[in-house]
């Protein structure tokens, strides 16, 4: 699957954020976080309204201390598809 955009996911203990260099979105689900991306993008105009956008959302594994990384499997990649 080809990505429209990608971004860096982590998890700060509290709630979910996905951004890049340009904006950040948060939520205390996955659920949540992807609505608010779908609005961040609608209000950003980088996109059409009324298109699918497929967003691939990178974990970033450098946000796990090095001796908890042997657990990595419980962290994940995900892509989604929003109608925007």
Known sequence: MKADLELRLTHDGRVWIAGNGDWQAQGASLGELDSEVRRLLRDSGTFARG???????????????????QYHTHYFNRYVSLDL
């Open 51 to 69: 298109r699918r956008v497929v967003v691939f959302m990178g974990f970033d594994f450098e946000t796990i201390p090095t001796w908890l990384r």
